[in-house]
């Protein structure tokens, strides 16, 4: 009808060829599932979700690594500190003790050792005396045991006044003590006193003197 209508003598076999045309290729032209397209479209949307949550995930475990690490910093800093507060300390005092054996090693220096009394016959200790840089150190060899609340007290001796309190020390302070330095003194005079020391001396409890 179409050849027909344009004028056109259709071919002997048209209608034939025709029919077999859309028998061959009947269902292939718009062989589309819809179900498939969504299906696809589907499995792209859950890639996306996939690939975002392993970012996230990946994120988030370096964020916790960081956080570790940067914990451990923290804390490795903390120590540091501490340690480098220690061995400053240490090291002040180990640079004191090696001044204060100077001193004593300097020829200005006088070492006197102190006369025990008998009730602390056991007292061993040296006063280094040094007029000339104004400076006292005691090394201690032996001490009486001091009851608890007692402490050693330094007095200065000088004739026609009373005696002048002076350094309040213990065992603790180590075995080479810095003391105080009195000018005029005649003899330095150590006691057993109560803990913080006081005014007066208790004569009872004398454990020795060093007249210089």
Same mark, same amino acid.
């Given at each position: 009808?179409?050849?027909?209508?344009?004028?056109?003598?259709?071919?002997?076999?048209?209608?034939?060829?025709?029919?077999?045309?859309?028998?061959?290729?009947?269902?292939?032209?718009?062989?589309?599932?819809?179900?498939?397209?969504?299906? &696809? $479209?589907?499995?792209?949307?859950?890639?996306?979700?996939?690939?975002?949550? *392993?970012? +996230?995930?990946? /994120?988030?475990?370096?964020?916790?690594?960081?956080?570790?690490?940067?914990?451990?910093?923290?804390?490795?800093?903390?120590?540091?500190?501490?340690?480098?507060?220690?061995?400053?300390?240490?090291?002040?005092?180990?640079?004191?003790?090696?001044?204060?054996?100077?001193?004593?090693?300097?020829?200005?220096?006088?070492?006197?050792?102190?006369?025990?009394?008998?009730?602390?016959?056991?007292?061993?200790?040296?006063?280094?005396?040094?007029? &000339? $840089?104004?400076?006292?150190?005691?090394?201690?060899?032996?001490?009486?045991? *001091?009851? +608890?609340?007692? /402490?050693?007290?330094?007095?200065?001796?000088?004739?026609?006044?009373?005696?002048?309190?002076?350094?309040?020390?213990?065992?603790?302070?180590?075995?080479?003590?810095?003391?105080?330095?009195?000018?005029?003194?005649?003899?330095?005079?150590?006691?057993?006193?109560?803990?913080?020391?006081?005014?007066?001396?208790?004569?009872?409890?004398?454990?020795?003197?060093?007249?210089?």
């Amino acid at each position: 009808m179409y050849a027909a209508a344009q004028g056109v003598k259709p071919l002997k076999d048209l209608s034939t060829d025709v029919i077999k045309t859309i028998k061959d290729n009947k269902g292939t032209e718009n062989d589309h599932n819809p179900m498939s397209d969504r299906s &696809s $479209d589907q499995e792209g949307w859950f890639g996306g979700w996939k690939s975002l949550l *392993l970012s +996230a995930l990946i /994120a988030l475990g370096g964020l916790f690594f960081f956080l570790n690490v940067k914990g451990e910093l923290d804390t490795l800093q903390k120590k540091y500190a501490v340690l480098q507060e220690d061995c400053d300390s240490i090291s002040n005092s180990l640079h004191t003790r090696i001044d204060m054996y100077d001193q004593i090693s300097s020829k200005r220096n006088t070492p006197i050792f102190f006369a025990a009394t008998d009730n602390y016959s056991e007292t061993k200790l040296i006063l280094h005396y040094n007029p &000339s $840089d104004r400076r006292n150190y005691i090394q201690v060899s032996n001490l009486p045991t *001091l009851e +608890a609340g007692q /402490a050693f007290q330094l007095w200065s001796l000088k004739d026609g006044i009373d005696p002048i309190p002076l350094t309040v020390f213990s065992k603790e302070d180590g075995d080479l003590i810095p003391v105080d330095f009195e000018e005029g003194t005649g003899t330095y005079a150590i006691t057993i006193e109560k803990a913080g020391g006081v005014d007066s001396p208790t004569l009872t409890r004398l454990i020795g003197t060093a007249g210089v």
